[in-house]
């Protein structure tokens, strides 16, 4: 192994695959650790005697073709299941016997030459492949070719190429499907790649958070932001569920710092304190030094005095050292004790502050009464769904409703049970509402939904099912049962309009609806 460690070792084998690029599967990686570290290598896959195997095979259709060059790549990753998966397809794609009841024109080995053939003009296929079709074509290649990576830089320039030949006027036919059929193989080959990259990264960086999260039992922020990823790393994965999850990271890193600032700060202080304590110390040990020199003195004048004149003075001497003493003791002691309350008072404004950042990262985009998005929740996520209506060309419905007569219910009930019934109403809306759908507490006891994929009428619709189940599930004040009722405008966000208009317009048809007799839905 050389001096390299077994660390160093893993970094280099990590790196080389990325420079082969090699799939990450554990043969490929034993390979190479075993090759960097000058390790004996024992040869658990038969790689040369498989190629031969599959150089052997026949290939007389093209599903054949594909399942032998599936074999060979496999094989080059060392890929068992990739070989053993090849293997058994490939028998399903053996020609059909002359006798087996199928007319020779259907049998797969006329097929073959046949499709090199021009197509007649009178064929009832030829209106399908028009430029229209194959441009439909194209589009769809365009369209996956970035989810295939771009690592391949020769896929990527023969892409382009038959991409360019598919859009030329008078496109030859059989060159088309001969490169279609050609970009089939390496597109299987790619997307197998993907999907054991995407798999192997996504198990590497659970490996990595759950060791994280070992090594910070202590550490509630950080031990909430592993927790949170562990959760968007969980497949299925949605760009929905990643975008939450930034934002909540990024409002718990804020927090983060000015609790950093104020624990250098507090540590600033102890370091001060502690410096101060021991300058105390070194005041009483040089005090207790001098008064012990002086005591020494003292008794050795009292040992020779011979009269009680001699022993005076010497015993004011003694009187006046231990006051002296005394007093510098009472000011150390008082000093120890201001720095201990400090401390504690230091402590104490540190936890505050921890609690207070576990509380706000909660709450910073909820409303702490329904739950619902707060104000800055509800911009955030308009300016997503709204890139999202756009980027998708799909529809996207505001919705914002307001409670009927809730004031009389606070004039008669109290507050304290208007805020349980603007707490029913979300817990409803929450459980009717789709999972992309959004909830907002726009003021008082005014909501916004989002309704993404939603034109105007479905919009009406859902908002009407809404106050429909709002008549079936009564609102309890102690033993009084109270219908909660809404007024509700929904408005379609247009190609050119933005979110807060869309809303405006959806207040305005909530208006109308307040004037029309309330507990209905208008749409803008």
Same mark, same amino acid.
């Given at each position: 192994?050389? %001096?390299?460690?077994?660390?160093?070792?893993?970094?280099?084998?990590?790196?080389?695959?990325?420079?082969?690029?090699?799939?990450? &599967?554990?043969?490929?990686?034993?390979?190479?650790?075993? %090759?960097?570290?000058?390790?004996? &290598?024992?040869?658990?896959?038969?790689?040369?005697?498989?190629?031969?195997?599959?150089?052997?095979?026949?290939?007389?259709?093209?599903? =054949?073709?594909? =399942?032998?060059?599936?074999?060979?790549?496999?094989?080059?990753?060392?890929?068992?299941?990739?070989?053993?998966?090849?293997?058994?397809?490939?028998? #399903?794609?053996?020609?059909?016997?002359?006798?087996?009841?199928?007319?020779?024109?259907?049998?797969? #080995?006329?097929?073959?030459?046949?499709?090199?053939?021009?197509?007649?003009?009178?064929?009832?296929?030829?209106?399908?492949?028009?430029?229209?079709?194959?441009?439909?074509?194209?589009?769809?290649?365009?369209?996956?070719?970035?989810?295939?990576?771009?690592?391949?830089?020769?896929?990527?320039? *023969? &892409?382009?190429?038959?991409?360019?030949?598919?859009?030329?006027?008078?496109?030859?036919?059989?060159?088309?499907?001969?490169?279609?059929?050609?970009?089939?193989?390496?597109?299987?080959?790619?997307?197998?790649? =993907?999907?054991?990259?995407?798999?192997?990264?996504?198990?590497?960086?659970?490996?990595?958070?759950?060791?994280?999260?070992?090594? #910070?039992?202590?550490?509630?922020?950080?031990?909430?932001?592993?927790?949170?990823?562990?959760?968007?790393?969980?497949?299925?994965?949605?760009?929905?569920?990643?975008?939450?999850?930034?934002?909540?990271?990024?409002? +718990?890193?804020?927090? *983060?710092?000015?609790?950093?600032?104020?624990?250098?700060?507090?540590?600033?202080?102890?370091?001060?304190?502690?410096?101060?304590?021991?300058?105390?110390?070194?005041?009483?040990?040089?005090?207790?030094?001098?008064?012990?020199?002086?005591?020494?003195?003292?008794?050795?004048?009292?040992?020779?005095?011979?009269?009680?004149?001699?022993?005076?003075?010497?015993?004011?001497?003694?009187?006046?050292?231990?006051?002296?003493?005394?007093?510098?003791?009472?000011?150390?002691?008082?000093?120890?004790?201001?720095?201990?309350?400090?401390?504690?008072?230091?402590?104490?404004? @540190?936890?505050?502050?921890?609690?207070?950042?576990?509380?706000?990262?909660?709450?910073?985009?909820?409303?702490?009464?329904?739950?619902?998005?707060?104000?800055?929740?509800?911009?955030?996520?308009?300016?997503?769904?709204?890139?999202?209506?756009?980027?998708?060309?799909?529809?996207?419905?505001?919705?914002?409703?307001? @409670?009927?007569?809730?004031?009389?219910?606070?004039?008669?009930?109290?507050? #304290?049970?208007?805020?349980?019934?603007?707490?029913?109403?979300?817990? +409803?809306?929450? %459980?009717?509402?789709?999972?992309?759908?959004?909830?907002?507490?726009?003021?008082?006891?005014?909501?916004?939904?989002?309704?993404?994929?939603?034109?105007?009428?479905?919009? @009406?619709?859902?908002?009407?099912?809404?106050?429909?189940?709002?008549?079936?599930?009564?609102?309890?004040?102690?033993? %009084?049962? @109270?219908?909660?009722?809404?007024?509700?405008?929904?408005?379609?966000?247009?190609?050119?309009?933005?979110?807060?208009?869309?809303?405006?317009?959806?207040?305005?048809?909530?208006?109308?609806?307040?004037?029309?007799?309330?507990?209905? +839905?208008?749409?803008?």
């Amino acid at each position: 192994m050389g %001096e390299k460690t077994v660390p160093e070792l893993a970094r280099d084998t990590l790196k080389q695959l990325v420079i082969r690029k090699l799939a990450p &599967t554990p043969a490929n990686y034993e390979a190479i650790f075993n %090759e960097i570290g000058g390790l004996k &290598t024992e040869s658990s896959f038969p790689a040369e005697q498989l190629r031969k195997i599959a150089q052997d095979l026949p290939a007389k259709t093209p599903g =054949q073709q594909k =399942q032998r060059s599936l074999m060979e790549y496999a094989i080059s990753q060392l890929n068992w299941e990739g070989v053993h998966n090849a293997l058994v397809a490939y028998g #399903s794609f053996a020609p059909k016997p002359e006798n087996s009841g199928f007319s020779p024109l259907t049998s797969t #080995s006329e097929v073959a030459p046949l499709a090199h053939a021009p197509i007649p003009p009178s064929s009832t296929a030829a209106p399908a492949l028009t430029a229209d079709f194959l441009e439909q074509i194209a589009r769809l290649i365009e369209f996956a070719r970035p989810a295939l990576g771009s690592d391949d830089a020769r896929f990527t320039e *023969q &892409t382009q190429e038959m991409l360019r030949i598919m859009r030329q006027p008078g496109v030859d036919l059989v060159q088309v499907k001969q490169m279609l059929s050609t970009f089939g193989h390496r597109v299987s080959f790619a997307a197998e790649d =993907q999907a054991e990259i995407k798999s192997t990264l996504l198990h590497l960086l659970r490996l990595i958070l759950e060791n994280i999260g070992e090594l #910070s039992v202590d550490d509630r922020w950080l031990k909430g932001q592993v927790d949170a990823l562990m959760g968007a790393a969980t497949p299925p994965l949605t760009l929905r569920r990643l975008d939450d999850v930034e934002r909540r990271l990024r409002d +718990v890193m804020l927090k *983060q710092a000015e609790a950093k600032g104020r624990a250098v700060e507090a540590q600033k202080e102890m370091r001060l304190m502690l410096g101060a304590f021991v300058e105390r110390l070194s005041v009483i040990t040089d005090s207790t030094s001098v008064y012990g020199g002086k005591m020494e003195e003292h008794a050795k004048l009292i040992e020779q005095a011979t009269s009680l004149e001699e022993l005076a003075p010497v015993l004011k001497e003694v009187v006046s050292a231990t006051r002296s003493m005394a007093h510098d003791t009472l000011e150390a002691r008082n000093e120890l004790r201001n720095m201990k309350d400090r401390a504690e008072a230091t402590e104490a404004e @540190i936890v505050k502050l921890h609690m207070e950042l576990d509380r706000v990262s909660a709450q910073a985009r909820h409303d702490p009464l329904t739950g619902a998005l707060n104000r800055k929740g509800l911009d955030e996520a308009l300016n997503r769904e709204v890139a999202t209506m756009r980027r998708k060309e799909t529809p996207l419905c505001m919705a914002l409703l307001d @409670i009927d007569n809730f004031k009389k219910i606070n004039d008669t009930l109290g507050h #304290s049970t208007g805020d349980q019934a603007l707490a029913h109403l979300a817990q +409803v809306a929450r %459980e009717c509402m789709r999972p992309q759908d959004t909830l907002a507490r726009y003021g008082g006891e005014e909501f916004v939904l989002m309704l993404p994929d939603t034109p105007l009428e479905k919009g @009406i619709e859902a908002m009407t099912r809404l106050q429909r189940e709002l008549t079936k599930r009564f609102f309890l004040a102690g033993a %009084e049962k @109270i219908l909660i009722t809404f007024s509700a405008g929904v408005a379609q966000v247009g190609v050119d309009e933005d979110g807060a208009a869309a809303i405006k317009r959806a207040d305005q048809a909530m208006y109308m609806a307040k004037r029309a007799g309330k507990n209905r +839905v208008l749409g803008a």
